[in-house]
């Protein structure tokens, strides 16, 4: 499985996504930034400890990575589809429910180490921001940043397993462009805040949700070996 | 022994047969042509031969073992191109090979350069594959099919988009394949001349079925020297033919002509015995079957026995 997956990111040159993704969190890192910094002039209240700053962050980087998850399941997935390389793949003498497994685990994979270094990035980028700029008043203690980890962590598997979701659309006519725009659906349910209350904060929601992108995997290669590839 | 046979194969697609029955028998080594117009099935039959769809009714057999929707091993040992050969157009013609060698897990590297010299693409295998052309890209899928030494090649119309000296380079080695290395060779066209020239066994299709199984030898007698006179009165002429001179080999084409074969008596004396009977004759030929009248008078029935 693993040199599945190795093949996979050779065949895809996923160098170049994390490329994507390093520039994607230093441009979300100066967002956060600039919004603090906005924040402290308006006095409107999402900076007032770190708690807050980091769901901030959080949710801004769940949003970019569900739509990276998407383009990944575009590339390795859909496309091998619309562009009938799959039938390349499958001609190998390898389990059909592997090859597709192995797709879907390096998207998984790529989206929850994304997301954690993300965070860890841009939380690390901003806590250096708030030396000089004192947006944060209170102290960063150890509880503080192991309660965040945490947070990250567990938001970071439900949205390596959420971001499958999109596949189920764009497999309907192997198309990436319904793949890419369905993620957009999954980021507003998943992160969007009215007056500091999200939908995600309620715990089965990013679990349902993670449950059901897992679904939405198991569907996809369920039956793969018993069905035409293409017509 | 039969490296590939089907049984009864029969594919339904929006209820309609558009694979008929079809029952195959492939022998060790050598190359069987599938020849037929557009739609008449082969491609469906090499998919379903490759797994890719699954037969509605009857079954396969691969190296003396069914084919299931789980027989893996089997893909294992064939080299294939099924329609237009597919490639990940933003890696070169190396990458893509040396993916497939990966897939496949076969470790000789060499292999490579071999089968990209065999085709002729060893100077641009650093170029990306979407900058080929069709008949690049055909020779690549040979390449890549032939890398790992299959012993059952699958070509569906690989000679397509080749320009004449391409074709003949092609053909020159899908025979150097069969006859040295003893692979066999499954190959689908619509060009007569083409499989007529490579193949020992043709198995001609259309409209779903398997008309005939034939071998090139069988198909070489069949199609032996005849004489072919034009002339406006066809039935008096045949008649004259059968009861007068005792010919029973005769057929007239829908074109108005006789043909003749294995004609027991000389040209001289058939011409006087018709003009004798006021035969008014317009033209009269020597002529050698080509496969494609075969070919036709199996597909339309063009050709009808007096």
Sequence with gaps: MFKLMRLEMRKFRIGTYIRAAVIA??????????????????????????????????????????????????????????????????????????????KLLVVALFTLAADIAANLFIGAGFLLFNQFTDIIAEP???????????????????????GLIPLYIGMRNYSGAATVAS????????????????LYSIIAVPIGLALLGAAVAYMSIRNIEHIDVLK | MSVVRTKQLTRVYKGKEVVSNVNMNV????????????????????????????????EI??????????????LG???????????YDKLTARDNLELHCEYLGYPNKMAIDEALELVNLRKVDGKLVKEFSLGMKQRLGIARAITAKPELL???????????????ELRDLFKMLSKQYGITIIISSHMLGEIELIADTIAVMNDGKL????????????????????????????????????????????????????????????????????????????????????????????????
């Design chain 1, 25 to 102: 969190n230093v441009v979300i890192l100066a967002l956060v930034c600039a919004i603090s910094l906005n924040e402290e002039i308006t006095q409107d209240v999402p900076f007032t400890s770190y708690g807050m700053a980091f769901s901030v962050i959080d949710t801004l980087v769940r949003g970019t990575y569900v739509v990276f998850a998407a383009v990944l399941l575009s590339r390795l997935v859909i496309d091998e589809f619309r562009s009938k390389s799959i039938t390349v793949l499958f001609m190998y003498p390898i389990n059909r429910k592997k090859l597709i497994a192995a």
């Design chain 1, 140 to 162: 960063i203690t150890g509880a503080i940043a192991a309660h965040s980890l945490f947070v990250t962590v567990m938001s970071a598997l439900a949205t390596s397993l959420l």
């Design chain 1, 183 to 198: 993620s957009f659906f999954v980021v507003a349910l998943v992160c969007q805040t009215a007056d500091g209350f999200t």
């Design chain 2, 27 to 58: 022998g060790q080594g050598e190359i069987y042509g599938m020849l037929g117009p557009n739609g008449a099935g082969k491609t469906t039959v090499m998919k379903m031969l490759t797994n890719l769809i699954k037969p509605t009714a009857g």
């Design chain 2, 61 to 74: 057999e691969l190296f003396g073992e069914r084919l299931t929707d789980t027989s893996y091993r089997q």
């Design chain 2, 77 to 87: 040992r064939m080299g294939t191109i099924i329609e237009n050969p597919i490639f």
């Design chain 2, 154 to 168: 699958i070509l569906d119309e690989p000679i397509n988009g080749l320009d004449p000296l391409g074709m003949k």
């Design chain 2, 211 to 306: 008309l005939q199984e034939v071998s090139m030898d069988h198909i070489a007698k069949q199609t032996s020297e005849y004489i072919e006179i034009t002339t406006g009165e066809c039935s008096k002429a045949a008649y004259v033919l059968e009861n007068h001179l005792h010919i029973s080999n005769v057929r007239v084409t829908d074109e108005g002509q006789i043909r003749i074969y294995d004609c027991p008596i000389p040209q001289s004396e058939l011409m006087k015995a018709l003009v004798l009977h006021d035969v008014a004759i317009e033209a009269v030929h020597k002529k050698k079957g080509s496969l494609e009248d075969y070919f036709l008078s199996i597909v339309n029935g063009g050709v009808v026995v007096v």
